[in-house]
């Protein structure tokens, strides 16, 4: 009777649920980060890994699965990934930073100023999915921003905060030279004044 082992395996990616493949990930990065990594390390790590990555579905699901973790690392991870080259993968952390939080607002206020377009526009989005009211000072800071995109974004996240403030910054976007952003800012102006004219 031939004898047959049972070697025990290690299990494949595909053996486990997404959740499960970023706690393996982070594990195996923690170990290598040292016996006691901070966030930033763990942060830092995980990114190289998700550059490494060539398959996009892979890659994707990766990062959702890293969204759904409750640490302070999984937030600088998806901040980090708002000025990533790829639509898709600055999409999907402005959906998943919108709702967390544990993201510390005062970085995202920072990293408004400050380029590329796409970034800011990224974190407008953010503010606009949150209607977070402290935002508006920061969004103020934004409407001479030449680029289009920045100030239409910064007058669809300021009609969605709503309040004086952002109405005053709404009327100063339906004056912008650009057709989009002078939209914007009035269909803004419309959903949050409390009178109408006729």
Avoid at 12 to 26: I, K, M, R, T, Y
Avoid at 82 to 88: F, I, K, N, R, Y
Wanted: glycine share 6%; charged share 30%.
């Amino acid at each position: 009777m031939p004898m047959v082992k049972f070697l025990r395996r290690t299990p494949s990616e595909g053996d486990l649920a997404p959740h499960e493949q970023a706690l393996e990930l982070v594990k195996g990065l923690a170990a290598a980060e040292g016996p006691s990594p901070d966030a930033g390390a763990v942060s830092r790590a995980v990114l190289r890994k998700l550059d490494i990555l060539q398959a996009r579905d892979k890659k994707l699901k990766l990062i959702r699965s890293i969204s759904r973790l409750d640490s302070a690392w999984a937030c600088g991870v998806l901040f980090e990934l708002l000025s990533d080259p790829s639509e898709e993968i600055r999409d999907l952390a402005v959906r998943e930073l919108a709702p967390r939080n544990d993201c510390p607002l005062d970085s995202l206020y920072n990293r408004l100023l400050q380029p590329p377009w796409y970034v800011k526009s990224a974190i407008l989005r953010i503010f606009c999915l949150r209607r977070d009211t402290g935002a508006v000072s920061a969004i103020g800071e934004v409407l001479d921003d030449p680029n289009v995109e920045v100030r239409r974004w910064a007058a669809l996240a300021l009609g969605r905060i709503g309040g004086y403030d952002a109405r005053v910054f709404l009327v100063r976007l339906s004056k912008d030279r650009n057709p989009y952003v002078k939209q914007a800012a009035a269909d803004a102006l419309d959903k949050i004044c409390d009178f109408k004219f006729s």
